[in-house]
């Protein structure tokens, strides 16, 4: 039939990919007849002919009331058929078969072919493929993007193949326009900030702890201020962020200055005060934060507009 078998030239054929997978199911070797050549299907073609007569002819003025029944005669009639000796062979065609051929069969797979859609594209850059009429998208591997991919899927999986090696097996969600991600196909930044969305405050807290005491305050304060809780976390990971930057010692230095002049903290004021190095300042022997004009020794006060009198 022309749905199994690819038309590559007159003498050579090859099978579609779906039926050699099913080939591959049922643990099978498909052949392809010569076209255009009747001896390839004329035995084929003769024991249908002998079936149907062998059959008809004992049914034709019989009269039936179901299907059932029907089928009940004929599987009963095809067995007489197969137990009788053939005239050449002085065989029955039960008794080569079971002779011949049955013991060469193997036992039939656990569930039936199931058959299954397939499409090949380019892995976009967000490494998810679409798939249906759902338009669902399964993750692959980053790795993979800009790459051509095959996508097999049925009603229970979803595999994603580049060449002959699968690198990607979901099962099938039927959600609409929904999305389907591993966390072993997203990049590494990706999985930083998936994994800092999934923490919470009391997360924030400890990790705000292995800094100190003050930095704990600190980051209790942006949590507790916050409107929305997700504000609240923008703030702690800025918060964390400006410690990688500069150093955990003088975020808690910072933290405590902060804390001795007043109750109210915001990170403005952490990142101004470390930015001014008004930290270092008081570790040298400052008494007190005040924030004062630099010097400047060009600067011209009052007197120097006054009249001078001669």
Same mark, same amino acid.
């Given at each position: 039939?022309?749905?199994?078998?690819?038309?590559?030239?007159?003498?050579?054929?090859?099978?579609?990919?779906?039926?050699?997978?099913?080939?591959?199911?049922?643990? @099978?070797?498909?052949?392809?007849?010569?076209?255009?050549?009747?001896?390839?299907?004329?035995?084929?073609?003769?024991?249908?002919?002998?079936?149907?007569?062998?059959?008809?002819?004992?049914?034709?003025?019989?009269?039936?009331?179901?299907?059932?029944?029907?089928?009940?005669?004929?599987?009963?009639?095809?067995?007489? /058929?197969?137990?009788?000796?053939?005239?050449?062979?002085?065989?029955?065609?039960?008794?080569?078969?079971?002779?011949?051929? /049955?013991?060469?069969?193997?036992?039939?797979?656990?569930?039936? %072919?199931?058959?299954?859609?397939?499409?090949?594209?380019?892995?976009?850059?967000? %490494?998810?493929?679409?798939?249906?009429?759902?338009?669902?998208?399964?993750?692959?591997?980053?790795?993979?993007?800009?790459?051509?991919?095959?996508?097999?899927?049925?009603?229970?999986?979803?595999?994603?193949?580049?060449?002959?090696?699968?690198?990607?097996?979901?099962?099938?969600?039927?959600?609409?326009?929904?999305?389907?991600?591993?966390?072993?196909?997203?990049?590494?930044?990706?999985?930083?900030?998936?994994?800092?969305?999934?923490?919470?405050?009391?997360?924030?807290?400890?990790?705000?702890?292995?800094?100190?005491?003050?930095?704990?305050?600190?980051?209790?304060?942006?949590?507790?201020?916050?409107?929305?809780?997700?504000?609240? /976390?923008?703030?702690?990971?800025?918060?964390?962020?400006?410690?990688?930057?500069?150093?955990?010692?003088?975020?808690?230095?910072?933290?405590?200055? @902060?804390?001795?002049?007043?109750?109210?903290?915001?990170?403005?004021?952490?990142?101004?005060?470390?930015?001014?190095?008004?930290?270092?300042?008081?570790?040298?022997?400052?008494?007190?934060?005040?924030?004062?004009?630099?010097?400047?020794?060009?600067?011209?006060?009052?007197?120097? %507009?006054?009249?001078?009198?001669?």
């Amino acid at each position: 039939m022309a749905q199994w078998v690819k038309h590559g030239g007159m003498y050579e054929r090859a099978f579609t990919e779906t039926t050699d997978e099913w080939a591959n199911h049922y643990d @099978i070797i498909p052949d392809v007849t010569r076209v255009r050549k009747p001896k390839d299907k004329a035995p084929v073609e003769s024991l249908v002919e002998q079936v149907y007569r062998y059959v008809y002819a004992r049914i034709r003025n019989k009269v039936f009331y179901s299907l059932d029944e029907l089928n009940s005669d004929v599987f009963s009639l095809m067995d007489e /058929y197969n137990s009788r000796p053939m005239q050449v062979k002085s065989v029955s065609r039960d008794e080569l078969f079971f002779r011949d051929e /049955y013991p060469l069969m193997h036992e039939l797979p656990d569930r039936p %072919y199931s058959f299954r859609y397939r499409k090949e594209v380019m892995l976009p850059s967000d %490494y998810h493929v679409v798939v249906s009429k759902e338009q669902h998208k399964y993750s692959a591997p980053y790795q993979y993007v800009s790459k051509s991919v095959t996508v097999l899927w049925d009603m229970d999986t979803v595999e994603i193949y580049s060449g002959l090696e699968r690198i990607a097996i979901h099962k099938r969600s039927f959600i609409r326009f929904g999305r389907t991600t591993e966390d072993g196909h997203m990049p590494p930044n990706h999985q930083a900030y998936k994994k800092s969305r999934e923490l919470s405050a009391d997360d924030y807290l400890k990790r705000a702890l292995m800094i100190g005491s003050e930095a704990k305050w600190a980051v209790g304060h942006l949590v507790s201020s916050a409107i929305l809780p997700q504000y609240a /976390y923008r703030n702690c990971q800025s918060f964390f962020r400006f410690a990688d930057k500069y150093g955990a010692a003088r975020v808690e230095q910072a933290c405590l200055l @902060i804390h001795e002049q007043t109750e109210a903290f915001s990170f403005q004021l952490l990142k101004s005060m470390v930015e001014k190095n008004m930290d270092k300042a008081a570790l040298a022997g400052a008494n007190e934060i005040i924030s004062t004009t630099p010097c400047n020794t060009a600067v011209r006060g009052a007197a120097s %507009y006054s009249q001078i009198n001669q």
